[in-house]
């Protein structure tokens, strides 16, 4: 069985910013753009019957769509890097949904994710790079940011047991509700009417 994730796509306007990130450190190895997604939840190697479970329990969540922006780069690894990530903007709606795929998959028997949700798209994974080409990559970048983009949809990834960072396969698509953020608030604006 190949390896399962949730993930969040990137649009591919906000990939095309983010190829305009690659190169810059010796050593690194670049993610592919059309592998660009932030990951919600590792899954793992699971059999069939737990996949189809996953699936099933998946496709009945109810959120509405929001916005994402992309913002910041970093790395993971402090003394002894191993990846440069794009950060995410922090928003209720990401971490909601990440705790409730988090929760439906503990349900179904899996262990609790022991990392800490930290949202990002991985840009470079690092092996025996110099700590000094890192820093001096980072402190160049820093205040990289997108424009806003509307998340549509999660979908659930499968990728073969590798290095990283693909070839990723599309399994599963999970549509979010269509919100509408011209009228969200008309209702709202209209005059109160005095009784008096």
């Not at 970093?74 to 003394?79: D, L, M, P, Q, V």
């Not at 999660?154 to 011209?182: H, R």
């Amino acid at each position: 069985m190949p390896r399962l994730f949730t993930a969040l796509e990137i649009p591919r306007n906000v990939a095309m910013s983010l190829s305009l990130l690659r190169g810059g450190i010796p050593g690194a190895r670049w993610i592919d753009v059309e592998n660009y997604h932030i990951t919600l939840r590792f899954i793992g190697d699971v059999d069939g019957r737990t996949a189809d479970e996953i699936v099933d329990r998946l496709d009945r969540i109810d959120r509405p769509e929001f916005q994402a922006t992309l913002t910041g780069i970093g790395s993971f690894g402090s003394k002894k890097p191993h990846s440069i990530w794009a950060g995410v903007s922090p928003s209720p709606e990401i971490y909601a949904l990440q705790a409730e795929i988090e929760r439906i998959c503990q349900r179904i028997g899996l262990p609790p994710d022991p990392r800490k949700f930290t949202p990002h798209v991985t840009l470079a994974r690092l092996k025996n790079c110099r700590l000094d080409d890192v820093v001096h990559y980072l402190a160049g970048r820093g205040n990289f940011h997108t424009a806003a983009f509307t998340v549509p949809r999660f979908v659930l990834l499968s990728s073969k047991e590798s290095v990283g960072g693909g070839p990723y396969l599309t399994e599963e698509i999970f549509p979010l509700q269509e919100a509408s953020y011209g009228n969200a608030y008309a209702g709202e604006m209209e005059p109160v009417k005095s009784l008096l």
